[in-house]
């Protein structure tokens, strides 16, 4: 079975500050990445996905994600963070066969003002 | 537009009495659904997924089960509830080819 694993648990962050969230996965063949986001309060929903093509993916807010091959990494970045940015983000992998999603455990991002 | 109904929002039930918690998906056919539970710091852990009414897959043994009597309908539930049972349980639906999953809005199970 695929195994995600998101490398921090929690990240406090100012505003304007960078942010990167690592994710790493097993699976070693194709492999279809996501990088859902939930808000307080408010149900898990999509944020960027890799299915094939341009490596580098952009999704919604402003942030993007890079797919690594070789690293076996799908991390989450974006240059500038707001206070409305925070969120538990969570990477997940589609397994083989397309049926169900793996997630990780989560990132949980507070960013203060 | 595809939409996902899942309730009741939040639910306090005792040890030992039953569980149904149901989900339904509108504006698409013959979804694949799924129900995740969510806890803190260990992410999502996919409980049960189906493919068709009737088929049901489960990931992990526990005190839970799952229904599908209608193309849309997700059910999931327990005889007899236990106070490890308590968590937050996600309901999800995506279409068979590679896309990526859509959730309900969760439902907060405390078991007291």
């Known amino acids: 079975a695929q195994s995600v694993s998101q490398h921090n648990h929690h990240v406090i962050l100012s505003e304007a500050a960078s942010l990167e969230l690592g994710c790493n996965y097993s699976?070693?063949?194709?492999?279809?990445l996501f990088w859902y986001v939930q808000y307080p309060g408010q149900h898990l929903q999509l944020l960027l996905k890799?299915?094939?093509?341009?490596?580098l993916v952009k999704g919604i807010k402003g942030f993007e994600a890079e797919f690594i091959k070789s690293k076996f990494s799908f991390n989450l970045r974006k240059p500038s963070v707001q206070w409305s940015d925070t969120a538990e983000y969570f990477c997940?992998?589609?397994?083989?066969?397309?049926?169900?999603?793996?997630f990780g455990k989560g990132t949980m991002l507070l960013v203060s003002p | 537009s595809q939409t996902i109904h899942q309730w009741p929002a939040t639910l306090v039930q005792p040890v030992g009495s039953p569980l149904s918690l149901e989900c339904t998906v509108e504006?698409?056919?013959?979804?694949?659904l799924y129900w995740y539970r969510q806890a803190a710091g260990r992410g999502l852990q996919l409980l049960f997924y189906s493919v068709g009414i009737g088929q049901i897959s489960s990931e992990v043994p526990q005190n839970l089960s799952a229904s599908r009597p209608q193309d849309r309908q997700f059910i999931l539930s327990s005889k007899k509830l236990l106070l490890s049972d308590s968590g937050f349980y996600l309901c999800?639906?995506?279409?068979?080819?590679?896309?990526?999953?859509?959730f309900g809005q969760g439902t907060r199970l405390t078991v007291v």
């Open positions: 890799y299915f094939s093509g341009d490596p």
């Open positions: 999800a639906w995506k279409s068979g080819s590679n896309t990526e999953a859509f």
């Open positions: 504006g698409t056919s013959n979804p694949n």
């Open positions: 997940a992998v589609l397994n083989s066969g397309y049926s169900t999603l793996t």
């Open positions: 699976y070693g063949g194709t492999v279809n």
